[in-house]
């Protein structure tokens, strides 16, 4: 493993305008410093649990509760037939007072809130702790920057790991408290990577079955060689790292008390569906075919979609393009229908 790369002396809360450019991971050391709830944390657990409780204005929030045995593992349970963790609702308040009484447990359970809306559940909290994106323009914009809409999303706990995962939005992760260790893989390393069911998961994403704490190189040989691809980086309070869309990454909380906010925007049109639709599709449909016909629809697919241009559609009158006309939030519209009505009559 290689550590992230790094860009210091940064003014708090100003983003560098290149940084989409590489479509490479940057960690940015003291982005937030400027937050009070970064101060706040910085003073003790308490005054960090204590600031965020007067930004809370009374939402519960979702939980995922893991005995002492998971070690902070988010992840499915010994046969694969569940998860290793239940799930509850409660007062936020209540939570940080359990996490404080828990602090000194050697081996406490683990209790995780992940990807919660900090508008629904600390409403207060963006007023003196948010960051501004306007510099996040596209790539050979110039100077001409449009900050994307993104959504902030509060990630709180106590130790935590969750799995190597994808996110398809672009990522911007703050730590406001407690410190986090970032692992990454590239997004060619997929085969690397044992990745688990994609219709069945812990949170959403498809996960890595590999522990990185405990890597079972008999189990998993390939792993080896995702870890020489891998980056790492720890970050603390008032830290921030980028993580371009599509880049495999592992979050682990490291302490007893930890806060994270994200900012996550994609840089398509709303219209457009999630990918992982296209997968799920393809598996239905092709993966299992006669290898030649696989063969003829990777072609079809390199025509129409991986390699194509202005000339793909040319030769068909505007008028008449249909779907191969540019897409539109229309255009989305009339094929999504299409499509629900052609599974509908399976």
Known sequence: MKPIREIKDLVP?????????????????????????????RRSDRAAVDYLHACWRGAPVAIMTGPPEIDGRIF??????????GRADAPLPALME???????????????????????????????????????????????????EALASVWLGNRSRIAPHYDLPDNIACIAAGHRRFTL?????????????????PAGQPVSLVDLKHPDFERFPRFAQALEQAQVAELGPGDAIYIPSMWWHQVEALDAFNVLINYWWRQSPAHMDPPLFALMLALLTMRDLPAPQREAWRGIFDHYVFNADAATAAHIPEHARHALAPLTAEGAGHLRGHLIQRLRQR
């Not at 940015?28 to 944390?41: F, K, M, Q, T, Y």
């Open 13 to 41: 809360g100003r983003l560098p305008s290149n940084l989409l450019e590489a479509a490479q991971p940057v960690v940015l050391r003291g982005l937030v410093s400027h937050w009070p709830a970064v101060r706040e944390a």
């Open 76 to 85: 499915y349970n010994d046969d694969f037939t569940g998860m290793n963790f």
């Open 98 to 148: 359990e996490l404080l009484k828990l602090a000194e447990v050697e081996r406490p359970p683990c209790y995780y809130v992940g990807s919660t809306t900090v508008d629904t559940c600390l409403p207060a909290f963006r007023a003196d702790n948010d960051l501004d994106l306007s510099p996040l323009g596209t790539p050979g914009s110039g100077g001409n920057h449009v900050a994307p």
């Open 185 to 201: 893989f590239p997004p060619d390393q997929l085969a690397n990577l044992y990745v688990g069911p994609i219709d069945f998961t």
